[in-house]
C-alpha cells in the first residue's frame, strides 16, 4: 500500500505544481504571492524528483543466466549511452 501512497502523492504534487506554473505564467499574482507560488512550487520540484530517485532505484529487471534468475539494477539510457561512451562504443 505504501506505493499507492507514493503514486498518488506524485501525482497530486506533479498536478499541483502544474497548476503553480499556470497561475505564475498568467503574471496576475502579486510579488509576494508570486513568491510565495515560486517556493511552493521548488518543494514540489524537490518532492517530485526525490519520489523519481527512489523509483529508479527500485527499478530492477529480471534476467535470465545459465537457468538462473538474476537481479541487475535498471540502467536508464543515459547510464547506458555514458557506458557506450566510456567502452569507445
Excluded: Y
Amino acid at each position: 500500500m505504501a506505493r499507492k501512497k507514493t503514486s498518488i502523492d506524485f501525482e497530486k504534487s506533479l498536478t499541483e505544481l502544474e497548476s503553480l506554473v499556470e497561475r505564475l505564467e498568467q503574471g496576475d499574482l502579486t510579488l509576494e504571492e508570486s513568491l510565495k507560488t515560486f517556493e511552493r512550487g521548488v518543494a514540489l520540484t524537490r518532492a517530485c524528483q526525490a519520489a523519481l530517485k527512489q523509483a529508479e532505484q527500485k527499478v530492477e529487471i529480471l534476467t535470465t543466466r545459465g537457468g538462473h534468475a538474476v537481479v541487475e539494477p535498471f540502467e536508464t539510457h543515459n547510464n547506458a549511452d555514458n557506458n557506450n561512451a566510456d567502452n569507445g562504443h
